[in-house]
């Protein structure tokens, strides 16, 4: 039998290939990443079908969904055969998969693990192209009584001020605190910087009989715990 020539568009292949048909009678979960995509973008040009497209695409951020969102609607708009509307269904879709991982994180009420600070904190800053340090408050429970950002800056670093730290655990009561920023270089390992940081919150911390009870370094699907390691 004569194999399909590739250029074909999804209208003129059998009802098994189509990414719609397939996503109706077998479910979505056995549709590749780009079946998915095609989906989306509904359809290819003459010369390529919306799932050689979306493979395209993909095979640019390494098969990285991660990397895809956080793709620009203008750098989306820089493969052949997608305009501004099908690279908006691409950014909501990706979007959508985050805020719904976010979803997740806000159940989480107590702190039993390092494990537990990744999954609270990874949906809001583990994908982000800056470095940011967060502060996770904690009562004598280990319950969450705040989680928020205390500086943003660029991809080598950003500043932490101690005295605002402090000032904030007062104000909410906290007895423990758990410290967190990214690495957006995928890195896992901390830095010098970092481990003085940690040193320098830990003794100003003590003396107002606050604990500093883990520092986690974030990236898109790891974390490092200061805590699990034995370097707090």
Excluded at 20 to 27: A, D, I, T
Excluded at 81 to 101: D, T, W, Y
């Amino acid at each position: 039998m004569q194999q399909k020539p590739s250029s074909f568009s999804i209208k003129n292949w059998s009802d098994d290939d189509k990414p719609r048909e397939k996503l109706v009678q077998k479910g979505k979960s056995v549709l590749s990443d780009a079946e998915l995509i095609a989906i989306l973008i509904g359809s290819g040009s003459r010369n390529e079908s919306a799932v050689e497209l979306s493979k395209r695409i993909l095979a640019s951020v390494n098969n990285n969904l991660n990397e895809l969102g956080k793709l620009s609607i203008k750098q989306l708009m820089q493969f052949k055969g997608i305009g501004e509307a099908k690279a908006v269904s691409i950014a909501a879709a990706l979007e959508i998969g985050r805020r719904r991982r976010g979803e997740g994180a806000q159940k989480i009420t107590k702190i039993n693990s390092s494990k537990n600070v990744f999954e609270l904190l990874q949906p809001k800053m583990g994908e982000l192209p800056h470095e940011e340090f967060w502060i996770v408050f904690l009562n004598n429970s280990n319950a969450v009584l705040h989680a928020g950002q205390l500086s943003k800056g660029g991809i080598t670093g950003t500043l932490v001020d101690v005295r605002l730290v402090l000032k904030q655990a007062l104000e909410l009561g906290a007895v423990g605190l758990i410290l967190a920023h990214n690495h957006p270089s995928g890195t896992l390992r901390p830095s010098e910087a970092d481990k003085q940081i940690t040193r320098k919150l830990k003794v100003a911390a003590e003396a107002l009989d606050i604990k500093v009870l883990d520092h986690i370094i974030i990236t898109q699907k790891e974390y490092f715990s200061f805590a699990d390691e034995n370097i707090l």
